[in-house]
Protein backbone atom coordinates (compact mmCIF):
# COMPACT_ATOMS: atom_id res chain seq x y z
CA UNK A 1 0.00 0.00 0.00
CA UNK A 2 1.07 3.48 -0.56
CA UNK A 3 1.91 6.24 2.44
CA UNK A 4 -1.14 8.90 2.47
CA UNK A 5 -0.07 11.91 3.80
CA UNK A 6 0.48 15.43 3.28
CA UNK A 7 3.96 15.76 2.93
CA UNK A 8 4.66 18.24 -0.52
CA UNK A 9 8.54 18.08 -0.44
CA UNK A 10 8.12 14.46 -0.15
CA UNK A 11 5.63 14.17 -3.30
CA UNK A 12 8.17 16.72 -5.28
CA UNK A 13 10.99 14.58 -4.78
CA UNK A 14 9.43 11.84 -6.15
CA UNK A 15 7.94 13.49 -8.97
CA UNK A 16 11.53 15.00 -9.58
CA UNK A 17 12.75 11.45 -10.09
CA UNK A 18 10.76 10.90 -12.61
CA UNK A 19 7.93 8.55 -10.15
CA UNK A 20 4.13 8.53 -9.67
CA UNK A 21 2.04 10.51 -7.01
CA UNK A 22 -1.55 10.18 -6.44
CA UNK A 23 -2.55 13.60 -5.63
CA UNK A 24 -5.76 16.13 -5.01
CA UNK A 25 -7.92 18.32 -7.01
CA UNK A 26 -10.95 19.55 -6.31
CA UNK A 27 -12.67 17.22 -9.21
CA UNK A 28 -11.29 13.90 -8.83
CA UNK A 29 -7.68 12.53 -7.61
CA UNK A 30 -5.09 12.22 -10.25
CA UNK A 31 -2.18 9.95 -10.68
CA UNK A 32 0.50 12.61 -11.49
CA UNK A 33 4.07 12.69 -13.42
CA UNK A 34 6.67 14.90 -14.75
CA UNK A 35 4.25 15.92 -18.09
CA UNK A 36 7.97 16.98 -19.71
CA UNK A 37 9.50 13.40 -19.20
CA UNK A 38 8.37 10.89 -21.57
CA UNK A 39 9.71 8.36 -19.26
CA UNK A 40 7.89 9.43 -16.24
CA UNK A 41 4.80 9.75 -18.13
CA UNK A 42 4.61 6.35 -19.81
CA UNK A 43 4.39 5.28 -16.20
CA UNK A 44 1.02 6.61 -15.84
CA UNK A 45 -0.24 4.61 -19.06
CA UNK A 46 1.30 1.43 -17.26
CA UNK A 47 0.03 2.08 -13.81
CA UNK A 48 -3.65 2.88 -15.47
CA UNK A 49 -3.29 0.33 -17.99
CA UNK A 50 -4.33 3.28 -19.88
CA UNK A 51 -4.48 2.73 -23.86
CA UNK A 52 -1.91 4.83 -25.35
CA UNK A 53 -4.29 6.76 -27.57
CA UNK A 54 -6.07 8.39 -24.83
CA UNK A 55 -4.57 12.29 -24.08
CA UNK A 56 -3.72 13.04 -20.54
CA UNK A 57 -4.46 16.57 -18.80
CA UNK A 58 -1.79 18.77 -18.16
CA UNK A 59 -1.84 20.75 -14.71
CA UNK A 60 -0.34 24.19 -14.35
CA UNK A 61 0.52 26.17 -11.09
CA UNK A 62 -1.64 29.22 -12.68
CA UNK A 63 -2.71 31.45 -15.74
CA UNK A 64 0.99 32.86 -16.05
CA UNK A 65 2.14 29.41 -17.08
CA UNK A 66 -0.10 29.13 -19.87
CA UNK A 67 1.99 30.52 -22.61
CA UNK A 68 4.86 27.74 -21.90
CA UNK A 69 2.97 25.20 -23.29
CA UNK A 70 0.42 26.35 -25.69
CA UNK A 71 0.43 28.54 -28.47
CA UNK A 72 -2.39 30.40 -30.67
CA UNK A 73 -4.32 30.79 -27.60
CA UNK A 74 -8.05 32.25 -28.72
CA UNK A 75 -9.52 35.00 -27.33
CA UNK A 76 -12.51 33.21 -25.74
CA UNK A 77 -9.94 30.80 -23.90
CA UNK A 78 -8.24 33.35 -22.34
CA UNK A 79 -11.48 34.88 -21.21
CA UNK A 80 -13.03 31.46 -19.70
CA UNK A 81 -9.45 30.83 -18.23
CA UNK A 82 -9.75 34.09 -16.40
CA UNK A 83 -13.35 33.44 -15.80
CA UNK A 84 -12.58 29.94 -13.99
CA UNK A 85 -9.04 28.83 -13.22
CA UNK A 86 -8.16 27.71 -10.29
CA UNK A 87 -11.14 25.50 -11.54
CA UNK A 88 -12.93 22.42 -13.01
CA UNK A 89 -12.14 23.46 -16.87
CA UNK A 90 -9.82 22.05 -19.12
CA UNK A 91 -8.53 23.47 -22.11
CA UNK A 92 -7.64 21.86 -25.60
CA UNK A 93 -5.04 24.65 -26.95
CA UNK A 94 -2.30 23.97 -29.25
CA UNK A 95 1.19 22.51 -28.12
CA UNK A 96 4.12 23.57 -28.07
CA UNK A 97 7.17 21.47 -28.54
CA UNK A 98 8.37 21.13 -24.71
CA UNK A 99 5.05 18.84 -24.33
CA UNK A 100 6.40 15.42 -26.03
CA UNK A 101 3.83 13.49 -27.56
CA UNK A 102 3.57 10.68 -25.55
CA UNK A 103 1.62 12.94 -23.34
CA UNK A 104 -0.99 14.33 -25.60
CA UNK A 105 -1.01 11.11 -27.45
CA UNK A 106 0.47 12.47 -30.94
CA UNK A 107 -2.19 14.80 -31.18
CA UNK A 108 -1.27 18.74 -31.90
CA UNK A 109 -3.45 20.36 -28.62
CA UNK A 110 -2.97 19.77 -25.25
CA UNK A 111 -5.57 19.80 -22.46
CA UNK A 112 -4.65 21.91 -20.10
CA UNK A 113 -6.12 23.16 -16.46
CA UNK A 114 -5.35 24.68 -12.99
CA UNK A 115 -6.49 22.27 -10.29
CA UNK A 116 -8.42 24.35 -7.78
CA UNK A 117 -7.04 22.63 -4.45
CA UNK A 118 -4.49 24.20 -1.98
CA UNK A 119 -1.95 21.32 -1.41
CA UNK A 120 -1.91 20.48 -5.06
CA UNK A 121 -1.20 24.19 -5.85
CA UNK A 122 1.33 24.41 -3.68
CA UNK A 123 3.03 21.66 -5.08
CA UNK A 124 3.11 23.00 -8.61
CA UNK A 125 4.29 26.34 -7.20
CA UNK A 126 7.18 23.99 -6.06
CA UNK A 127 7.80 22.53 -8.95
CA UNK A 128 9.94 23.02 -12.04
CA UNK A 129 7.74 21.07 -14.31
CA UNK A 130 3.99 20.86 -15.32
CA UNK A 131 2.21 17.47 -14.11
CA UNK A 132 0.11 15.18 -16.49
CA UNK A 133 -2.47 13.28 -14.52
CA UNK A 134 -5.73 11.26 -15.67
CA UNK A 135 -7.50 10.52 -13.23
CA UNK A 136 -6.26 7.69 -10.80
CA UNK A 137 -8.02 5.11 -11.41
CA UNK A 138 -7.96 1.77 -13.67
CA UNK A 139 -8.89 2.60 -16.79
CA UNK A 140 -12.11 2.41 -17.56
CA UNK A 141 -13.06 2.30 -13.80
CA UNK A 142 -14.98 5.11 -11.76
CA UNK A 143 -12.61 7.84 -10.82
CA UNK A 144 -11.56 8.36 -7.30
CA UNK A 145 -12.40 11.18 -4.90
CA UNK A 146 -10.58 10.47 -1.55
CA UNK A 147 -7.06 9.15 -1.25
CA UNK A 148 -8.30 6.10 0.27
CA UNK A 149 -10.11 5.09 -3.62
CA UNK A 150 -6.54 5.47 -4.58
CA UNK A 151 -5.15 3.68 -2.44
CA UNK A 152 -7.45 0.58 -2.77
CA UNK A 153 -6.99 0.02 -6.56
CA UNK A 154 -3.66 1.53 -7.21
CA UNK A 155 -1.68 1.41 -4.05
CA UNK A 156 0.45 -1.47 -4.32
CA UNK A 157 2.07 0.62 -7.65
CA UNK A 158 2.32 4.06 -5.65
CA UNK A 159 4.72 4.73 -3.00
CA UNK A 160 2.91 8.26 -2.14
CA UNK A 161 -0.58 9.96 -2.25
CA UNK A 162 -1.06 13.34 -1.18
CA UNK A 163 -4.50 13.69 0.84
CA UNK A 164 -6.60 16.38 0.07
CA UNK A 165 -9.45 14.67 1.78
CA UNK A 166 -12.58 14.25 -0.12
CA UNK A 167 -12.91 16.52 -3.47
CA UNK A 168 -15.21 19.53 -3.56
CA UNK A 169 -16.52 18.65 -6.29
CA UNK A 170 -16.57 14.99 -7.42
CA UNK A 171 -17.09 15.44 -11.26
CA UNK A 172 -13.97 15.12 -13.95
CA UNK A 173 -12.95 18.86 -15.37
CA UNK A 174 -15.26 20.03 -18.07
CA UNK A 175 -13.43 19.64 -21.21
CA UNK A 176 -13.72 22.70 -24.24
CA UNK A 177 -11.78 23.20 -27.28
CA UNK A 178 -12.08 25.67 -29.85
CA UNK A 179 -13.11 25.88 -33.64
CA UNK A 180 -13.79 29.10 -35.85
CA UNK A 181 -17.09 29.54 -34.06
CA UNK A 182 -16.17 29.85 -31.00
CA UNK A 183 -15.90 26.81 -27.82
CA UNK A 184 -16.60 23.40 -27.96
CA UNK A 185 -17.30 21.29 -25.31
CA UNK A 186 -16.01 18.16 -25.36
CA UNK A 187 -16.65 16.39 -21.93
CA UNK A 188 -19.76 17.39 -19.62
CA UNK A 189 -17.54 18.13 -15.76
CA UNK A 190 -17.50 20.10 -12.85
CA UNK A 191 -18.35 23.25 -14.54
CA UNK A 192 -21.79 23.60 -16.46
CA UNK A 193 -22.49 24.43 -19.62
CA UNK A 194 -24.82 27.45 -18.53
CA UNK A 195 -21.39 29.14 -16.45
CA UNK A 196 -19.46 28.48 -19.36
CA UNK A 197 -21.69 30.34 -21.65
CA UNK A 198 -22.43 33.25 -19.38
CA UNK A 199 -18.37 33.97 -20.70
CA UNK A 200 -18.18 32.38 -23.63
CA UNK A 201 -21.40 32.91 -25.09
CA UNK A 202 -23.27 29.94 -26.92
CA UNK A 203 -21.24 26.66 -27.22
CA UNK A 204 -21.19 23.06 -29.18
CA UNK A 205 -21.38 19.56 -27.80
CA UNK A 206 -18.92 17.21 -29.41
CA UNK A 207 -18.93 14.27 -26.98
CA UNK A 208 -17.64 11.77 -28.51
CA UNK A 209 -18.87 7.63 -28.59
CA UNK A 210 -16.72 4.47 -28.68
CA UNK A 211 -16.80 4.67 -32.74
CA UNK A 212 -14.46 7.67 -32.02
CA UNK A 213 -12.57 8.20 -29.68
CA UNK A 214 -9.81 10.43 -31.73
CA UNK A 215 -10.53 13.53 -29.60
CA UNK A 216 -11.33 12.90 -25.88
CA UNK A 217 -10.76 9.18 -25.04
CA UNK A 218 -14.28 9.28 -24.57
CA UNK A 219 -15.08 5.49 -24.85
CA UNK A 220 -18.83 4.62 -24.31
CA UNK A 221 -18.57 1.83 -21.46
CA UNK A 222 -16.33 4.23 -18.69
CA UNK A 223 -16.64 5.42 -15.29
CA UNK A 224 -18.60 1.56 -14.37
CA UNK A 225 -17.97 -0.26 -11.63
CA UNK A 226 -18.64 -4.01 -11.47
CA UNK A 227 -22.55 -4.08 -10.54
CA UNK A 228 -24.51 -3.14 -13.58
CA UNK A 229 -26.17 -0.06 -13.75
CA UNK A 230 -29.19 0.67 -15.04
CA UNK A 231 -30.58 4.32 -15.77
CA UNK A 232 -33.90 4.27 -15.78
CA UNK A 233 -36.63 7.18 -14.86
CA UNK A 234 -39.41 4.59 -13.94
CA UNK A 235 -38.00 2.59 -11.46
CA UNK A 236 -40.97 -0.05 -10.76
CA UNK A 237 -40.48 -0.78 -14.69
CA UNK A 238 -36.98 -1.26 -14.15
CA UNK A 239 -37.07 -3.48 -11.01
CA UNK A 240 -39.61 -5.98 -13.09
CA UNK A 241 -37.23 -6.19 -15.56
CA UNK A 242 -34.26 -7.78 -13.23
CA UNK A 243 -33.97 -11.73 -12.51
CA UNK A 244 -35.86 -12.37 -9.20
CA UNK A 245 -33.57 -13.02 -6.16
CA UNK A 246 -30.90 -10.78 -7.01
CA UNK A 247 -29.05 -8.02 -4.97
CA UNK A 248 -30.27 -4.80 -6.10
CA UNK A 249 -29.46 -0.91 -4.89
CA UNK A 250 -31.48 1.85 -5.78
CA UNK A 251 -30.09 5.02 -6.86
CA UNK A 252 -32.35 7.58 -6.10
CA UNK A 253 -31.64 11.38 -7.25
CA UNK A 254 -33.10 13.76 -3.96
CA UNK A 255 -36.14 10.70 -2.39
CA UNK A 256 -36.30 7.20 -1.27
CA UNK A 257 -38.70 5.13 -3.51
CA UNK A 258 -41.23 3.59 -1.60
CA UNK A 259 -42.00 0.67 -1.34
CA UNK A 260 -38.16 -0.87 -0.78
CA UNK A 261 -35.92 -1.47 1.54
CA UNK A 262 -34.37 2.07 2.22
CA UNK A 263 -31.17 -0.07 3.31
CA UNK A 264 -30.58 -0.47 -0.15
CA UNK A 265 -31.10 3.14 -1.40
CA UNK A 266 -28.38 5.42 -1.93
CA UNK A 267 -29.96 9.19 -2.26
CA UNK A 268 -27.66 11.49 -4.52
CA UNK A 269 -28.85 15.06 -3.27
CA UNK A 270 -31.33 15.44 -0.54
CA UNK A 271 -31.37 18.64 -1.06
CA UNK A 272 -31.94 18.49 -4.97
CA UNK A 273 -28.69 20.62 -5.52
CA UNK A 274 -26.51 19.26 -8.56
CA UNK A 275 -23.62 20.13 -6.63
CA UNK A 276 -24.31 17.97 -3.91
CA UNK A 277 -24.76 15.21 -5.98
CA UNK A 278 -22.41 14.96 -8.35
CA UNK A 279 -19.82 15.75 -5.07
CA UNK A 280 -21.26 11.71 -3.86
CA UNK A 281 -22.24 10.51 -7.52
CA UNK A 282 -18.90 8.26 -7.78
CA UNK A 283 -18.34 7.13 -4.03
CA UNK A 284 -21.99 5.76 -4.15
CA UNK A 285 -21.19 3.69 -7.47
CA UNK A 286 -17.89 2.89 -5.45
CA UNK A 287 -20.06 1.58 -2.70
CA UNK A 288 -22.17 -0.80 -5.13
CA UNK A 289 -19.04 -2.97 -5.15
CA UNK A 290 -18.03 -2.83 -1.85
CA UNK A 291 -21.45 -4.12 -1.02
CA UNK A 292 -21.59 -6.71 -3.93
CA UNK A 293 -24.42 -5.28 -5.60
CA UNK A 294 -25.49 -7.34 -8.66
CA UNK A 295 -27.61 -4.15 -10.16
CA UNK A 296 -28.45 -0.89 -9.36
CA UNK A 297 -31.63 1.05 -11.17
CA UNK A 298 -30.42 4.89 -11.66
CA UNK A 299 -32.79 7.49 -11.42
CA UNK A 300 -31.63 10.59 -14.03
CA UNK A 301 -31.09 13.73 -12.33
CA UNK A 302 -32.76 17.19 -13.38
CA UNK A 303 -31.00 18.33 -17.33
CA UNK A 304 -29.71 21.26 -15.27
CA UNK A 305 -26.39 22.40 -14.24
CA UNK A 306 -24.37 19.57 -13.40
CA UNK A 307 -27.34 17.20 -13.68
CA UNK A 308 -25.97 16.68 -17.29
CA UNK A 309 -22.92 15.94 -16.18
CA UNK A 310 -24.20 13.53 -14.17
CA UNK A 311 -26.45 11.56 -16.52
CA UNK A 312 -23.80 11.30 -18.97
CA UNK A 313 -21.31 9.74 -16.29
CA UNK A 314 -24.27 7.56 -15.16
CA UNK A 315 -24.87 6.73 -19.01
CA UNK A 316 -21.76 5.55 -19.44
CA UNK A 317 -21.53 3.62 -16.46
CA UNK A 318 -24.65 1.54 -17.47
CA UNK A 319 -25.27 -1.37 -19.69
CA UNK A 320 -28.50 -2.49 -21.17
CA UNK A 321 -30.39 -5.60 -19.22
O1 LIG B 1 -10.80 16.70 -13.62
C1 LIG B 1 -10.02 16.17 -14.40
O2 LIG B 1 -9.94 16.52 -15.57
C2 LIG B 1 -9.14 15.05 -13.83
C3 LIG B 1 -8.20 15.65 -12.80
C4 LIG B 1 -7.19 14.65 -12.28
O3 LIG B 1 -7.58 16.78 -13.32
N1 LIG B 1 -8.42 14.40 -14.89
C5 LIG B 1 -9.04 13.57 -15.77
O4 LIG B 1 -8.17 12.99 -16.65
O5 LIG B 1 -10.22 13.37 -15.78
P1 LIG B 1 -8.56 11.72 -17.54
O6 LIG B 1 -7.30 11.34 -18.19
O7 LIG B 1 -9.20 10.70 -16.70
O8 LIG B 1 -9.51 12.28 -18.59
C6 LIG B 1 -9.01 13.23 -19.49
C7 LIG B 1 -9.72 13.21 -20.77
C8 LIG B 1 -9.36 12.00 -21.58
O9 LIG B 1 -10.47 11.19 -21.84
C9 LIG B 1 -8.77 12.57 -22.84
O10 LIG B 1 -9.25 11.91 -23.96
C10 LIG B 1 -9.16 14.04 -22.84
O11 LIG B 1 -9.28 14.35 -21.49
N2 LIG B 1 -8.09 14.82 -23.45
C11 LIG B 1 -6.89 15.10 -22.92
N3 LIG B 1 -6.13 15.77 -23.80
C12 LIG B 1 -6.86 15.92 -24.92
C13 LIG B 1 -6.63 16.50 -26.20
N4 LIG B 1 -5.49 17.07 -26.50
N5 LIG B 1 -7.63 16.45 -27.10
C14 LIG B 1 -8.80 15.86 -26.80
N6 LIG B 1 -9.07 15.29 -25.62
C15 LIG B 1 -8.12 15.31 -24.69
MG1 LIG C 1 -10.46 9.22 -16.23
Redesign the pocket.
Known amino acids: MAEIGTNIEKAAEILQQGGLVG ?1 P ?1 E ?5 AANALNSDAVSGIFVCKN ?1 PSF ?4 V ?1 IAGIEDLSKYASDIPEIALKLANAFWPG ?1 L ?1 L ?1 LH ?1 KDIIPDIT ?2 G ?1 P ?3 I ?1 V ?1 DQELTLSLLKNLSFPLA ?4 NPFGYV ?1 PTSAKHVNDQLGDKLQYILDGSNCGIG ?3 T ?1 V ?1 FDQEGAVI ?2 L ?2 LSVEDIEKVAGKTKLQISSSSN ?1 T ?4 LDVHYAPKCKIMLESDTAIALEKLPEGSKIALIRYQKLFPEFSAFDQFVLASDGNSKTAAKRLFAILRLLDQYSYQYAIAEPAPELGLGLAINDRLRRASVQV
Open positions: ITTVYGLRDPLIHPTLKTSLTVGRPAPSASLESIGHRGGPAPGQ
